[in-house]
T-cell receptor, first 118, second 114 residues
Framework: ETGVTQTPRHLVMGMTNKKSLKCEQHLGHNAMYWYKQSAKKPLELMFVYNFKEQTENNSVPSRFSPECPNSSHLFLHLHTLQPEDSALYLCASSLAARPLPAGGETQYFGPGTRLLVL | GESVGLHLPTLSVQEGDNSIINCAYSNSASDYFIWYKQESGKGPQFIID?????DKRQGQRVTVLLNKTVKHLSLQIAATQPGDSAVYFCADYAGGTSYGKLTFGQGTILTVHP
């Protein structure tokens, strides 16, 4: 079991619903990430937060809204999603986020939230 | 675009055999590489990493080899066990000024038969 937890583990929502995914890391890291993992596709980076500041938005649609209140917590707010958004959403953390000096960039992942949009 | 890819999508071995999982990368600026293992219903789990100033690194039952000349990365698992059955991903840092941008391959499914 890693030091990164995610809730809920499973979520079913309609296209008009609003829901939030939560991630918490207990590793003392300063960077947190959201990834999307779809069947038969490589992991897709969505957002990067470094010291609570969003440093990367990988062209993610606005129906996904991240929030990082502190270095230990990360949320992904979901609204008016589409069925093609159904996927495993993974949170990760690292001591630091590149391009800071190398040495703390290894990312550790949570178990993910399996999302189904109907 | 730049990508990290895997030569074989599936690999089946007998328990006790050694396994070799290969990965090709295309970005010559990549300077850090990671292998992850993902079991069903779980998130990716860090296995081992290597920097571009090295060509070999060993862990417990695992060895990563890096050949920068041909942009090739491999993961060797010694005495493979049924618990090693999982999807294995390689990933690399593309360098530059992008924060935390790991590029992942599609993964290789390793099946270990008792």
């Amino acid at each position: 079991e890693t030091g990164v937890t995610q809730t809920p583990r499973h979520l079913v929502m309609g296209m008009t619903n609003k829901k939030s995914l939560k991630c918490e890391q207990h590793l003392g890291h300063n960077a947190m990430y959201w990834y999307k993992q779809s069947a038969k596709k490589p992991l897709e980076l969505m957002f990067v937060y470094n010291f609570k500041e969003q440093t990367e938005n990988n062209s993610v649609p606005s129906r996904f809204s991240p929030e990082c209140p502190n270095s230990s917590h990360l949320f992904l707010h979901l609204h008016t999603l589409q069925p093609e958004d159904s996927a495993l959403y993974l949170c990760a953390s690292s001591l630091a986020a590149r391009p800071l000096p190398a040495g703390g960039e290894t990312q550790y992942f949570g178990p993910g939230t399996r999302l189904l949009v109907l | 675009g730049e990508s990290v890819g895997l030569h074989l999508p599936t690999l089946s071995v007998q328990e006790g055999d050694n396994s070799i999982i290969n990965c090709a990368y295309s970005n010559s600026a990549s300077d850090y590489f990671i292998w992850y293992k993902q079991e069903s219903g779980k998130g990716p789990q860090f296995i081992i990493d290597i920097r571009s100033n090295m060509d070999k690194r060993q862990g417990q039952r695992v060895t990563v080899l890096l050949n920068k000349t041909v942009k090739h990365l491999s993961l060797q698992i010694a005495a493979t066990q049924p618990g090693d059955s999982a999807v294995y991903f390689c990933a690399d840092y593309a360098g530059g000024t992008s924060y935390g941008k790991l590029t992942f391959g599609q993964g290789t499914i390793l099946t270990v038969h008792p």
